[in-house]
């Protein structure tokens, strides 16, 4: 058999399967806006990103969400309210389908738009096709799928729209594989205030691990910090051991 045209130089001792797999990645890479390695990364002009909660950008290689790429997300709920605010305070439209456990107060205080933001909480038998629909002339569509597990062909067909609407879908509470990024999201521990008329929370510490096809694991932890009219998203730079806390400032 001849030599495989076009194929990146990688040097001779490199063997044909690991010169197509090589390529296969790179393909992917491309095709879904994420760059092959973080020292390799492929240029996404800032209209294809959509913008997250400001110490989140570390985590994602190019400091959002690519347009045209699916996201599955777990974990406490004060992530995704912070996608939807970033989003829809940026000039953004966002929906959501059927996810009965969402604040659409939390999210308002975190700053969402909600008049540009639509809720379906119940999008009836097929969720998945409402959320289809939605993705044209939506940037962000949000999908609990109550824990189904979608199967990989439809799962195919309906990230093929995505691409093509040059949206952001946001999978919870299920399984859908082949998601470009996945966020998990971790309560570490809370920070209240106490004293006369002041026994109240005021603040949430996350762990947030980010992964994806083509870059390694990373995580960054933050405080979700109550303010007198707003909620703010900051780094925590403190240690961490894992364990669940509690700080009380008196």
């Not at 997300?73 to 959501?96: I, P, R």
């Not at 971790?186 to 004293?195: A, M, W």
């Not at 405080?223 to 051991?241: A, G, K, L, Q």
Request: net charge positive.
């Amino acid at each position: 058999m001849g030599e495989v045209a076009g194929l990146p130089g990688d040097g001779a001792d490199r063997t044909r399967t690991e010169q197509i797999e090589s390529l296969r990645r790179r393909m992917s890479a491309v095709s879904s806006g994420v760059g092959t390695s973080a020292s390799d990364p492929v240029r996404i002009p800032a209209e294809r990103l959509l913008p997250v909660p400001g110490p989140l950008a570390a985590l994602l290689p190019h400091g959002g969400l690519v347009r045209g790429t699916v996201v599955s997300l777990s974990g406490a709920t004060s992530l995704l309210s912070g996608l939807l605010a970033s989003v829809t305070a940026t000039g953004g439209h966002a929906a959501v389908v059927g996810h009965r456990r969402l604040g659409l107060l939390a999210a308002a205080e975190m700053g969402a738009r909600l008049p540009r933001l639509a809720v379906i909480a119940d999008p009836g038998p097929d969720p998945i096709e409402v959320a289809a629909v939605l993705l044209d002339g939506m940037d962000m569509v949000v999908l609990d799928l109550e824990g189904i597990v979608v199967p990989p062909s439809r799962a195919r067909v309906v990230a093929a729209r995505v691409r093509n609407k040059g949206a952001v879908l946001v999978v919870t509470g299920g399984r859908w594989d082949g998601a470009h990024v996945g966020l998990e999201a971790r309560v570490d521990g809370y920070r209240g205030l106490t004293g006369a008329g002041r026994e109240r929370l005021c603040g949430t510490r996350l762990s947030v691990r980010a992964h994806g096809r083509a870059f390694a694991p990373r995580t960054v932890h933050v405080d979700v910090c109550v303010e007198r009219d707003s909620v703010t998203w900051v780094p925590d730079t403190r240690p961490h051991n894992g364990v669940p806390d509690l700080e009380v400032v008196r």
